[in-house]
């Protein structure tokens, strides 16, 4: 399992809650000043995964205000990148020479070198902001320095894209933290890192700036994202892959050397995986194998049947007479 640190505001009494999440943010973020409509009896949630010298966190609270002052700069400065990412809620960032509104899925990124008050607020009647985070040093972007100070305190596009890929992959790494090993903390950051580089290159209109590794990385990843929206496609195949992503099919199979599996191997997995999983699913009870089958992109049920038993030792119906069946009522028979 991953590293992962949770904190809850209410592990104290309601008025030491907000005294305690102040703390928890210097410890956990950067010296700043806090302060909200809420600090009699502040409700806030976090959770955070280490990713080698990257940090991803997962954060809940009420309507606050966070203030990054010159000040505080000079008395404290790790060098680090903030990216915010707001889930439910606005951001407003003011800052020397403006200020601007951020809303559900835009990206923020935030130098700990730079003055800052950012202005949190929650829908009413909705629960708190929620957010995820990403936190890391600012020299493992592989992008030219002057160009990402364009990019300090802009609203980046999260919404489609390497944007929304990037959310995705984070919110999967925060979801399957019990999926991973300590050992895979690294492997996570790089991905993590590619995505983040890629972003800022797209915004910035500079492939080039990307090594090749990041730019192979990121294009797995979307290749990858691609054969999970179509995995209903009979015809999905590496050859169409390839056509989708404008690449020769030679190169699609070079971008999977490094993996455990081929393409057509992979593609083969997330079938049976989405056909696994709707067989266990006790509201799917209804559908026929075949429905299943079809639904997961196999053009006919004995394709499935076949491929079901070979990977995980039994055929679809019994699978799903196991796993749906109450224990109780196999015990009695």
């Known amino acids: 399992m991953l590293s992962e640190m949770s904190f809850h505001s209410t592990d104290v009494a309601p008025a030491d809650r907000f005294d305690y999440w102040r703390e928890h943010l210097l410890r956990a973020y950067v010296p700043a000043q806090v ?65 601007a509104e951020y809303g ?3 990206v923020v990124l935030l130098d700990s070198s730079r003055p800052y008050t950012m202005e949190t607020s929650a829908p009413r009647g909705q629960g708190g902001v929620q957010g995820i985070g990403l936190l890391f040093p600012r020299d493992m972007l592989p992008l030219p320095a002057h160009s990402l ?39 996570l950051e790089r991905v993590a890192i590619d995505l983040v580089s890629a972003l800022m290159s797209h915004v910035l209109d500079s492939d080039d700036a990307l090594t090749p590794e990041a730019r192979r990385h990121t294009l797995l990843l979307r290749i990858r994202q691609y054969i999970q929206q179509n995995l209903t496609t009979p015809g999905l195949s590496p050859r169409s892959v390839a056509a989708a992503h404008h690449i020769s099919l030679s190169y699609l199979h070079r971008i999977f050397e490094g993996e455990q599996v081929s393409v057509a191997a992979w593609i083969r997995q997330q079938r049976l995986e989405s056909a696994r999983r709707d067989l266990a699913d006790p509201a799917l009870r209804g559908l026929s194998v075949q429905r299943i089958a079809a ?9 499935l049947t076949r491929a079901f038993r070979a990977a995980y030792g039994v055929p679809p119906t019994e699978y799903r007479n196991r796993v749906c069946t109450p224990a109780s009522r196999r015990i009695a028979h």
């Open 35 to 99: 302060s909200s409509d809420h600090a009699a009896d502040f409700i806030a949630a976090q959770r955070v995964v280490e990713l080698g010298a990257v940090r991803l966190w997962a954060t809940e609270h009420p309507s606050m205000t966070l203030r990054r002052s010159a000040g505080l700069i000079r008395q404290s400065d790790p060098g680090i990148f903030h990216l915010s990412i707001p889930l439910r809620g606005t951001v407003r960032l003011v800052q020397p020479h403006g200020a």
């Open 104 to 106: 559900a899925r835009d």
């Open 149 to 187: 100070s364009t990019l300090v305190n802009r609203r980046l596009p999260g919404q489609a894209g390497v944007g929304a890929l990037l959310i995705q992959f984070l919110t999967q790494v925060l979801t399957d933290t019990a999926c991973h090993q300590p050992a895979d903390g690294p492997r």
């Open 295 to 303: 639904r997961c992109g196999f053009t006919h049920a004995a394709d």
